[in-house]
């Protein structure tokens, strides 16, 4: 996509979006939801990453956008996400993206 660094980094310093590492409180909350899910399953249905990411939503984020709500609700109580179906897309989709009145 981009043939050097600099330029990808060009490109995401123009995005209006902010960048920010994982802090502790987020690591910790990760930590404790992993734990919940390996005494209820008993085995491994989700990667070590899915938990950070949702720590992450629940302690960083205003609202994230997800497919996986019902993964959010049991580990992450008190995230409010935003799912994809709650967007009229299709509309838009299939008119060549006007608005219907």
Not at 19 to 42: I, M
Not at 52 to 81: C, E, M, N, W
Request: hydrophobic share 45%; proline share 4%; with cysteine.
């Amino acid at each position: 996509m981009f043939p050097a660094l600099a330029q990808a980094r060009e490109a995401m310093e123009s995005l209006p979006a902010e960048f920010s590492a994982l802090d502790l409180e987020a690591a910790l909350a990760a930590v404790s939801a992993w734990k919940a899910h390996r005494a209820q399953e008993g085995r491994r249905q989700r990667v070590v990453a899915d938990f950070l990411i949702g720590a992450r939503k629940r302690l960083q984020a205003d609202r994230p956008l997800t497919r996986d709500r019902g993964f959010h609700r049991a580990y992450f109580a008190g995230l409010s996400v935003l799912a994809p179906s709650t967007f009229d897309c299709g509309a838009h989709a299939h008119n060549g993206g006007a608005h219907r009145a």
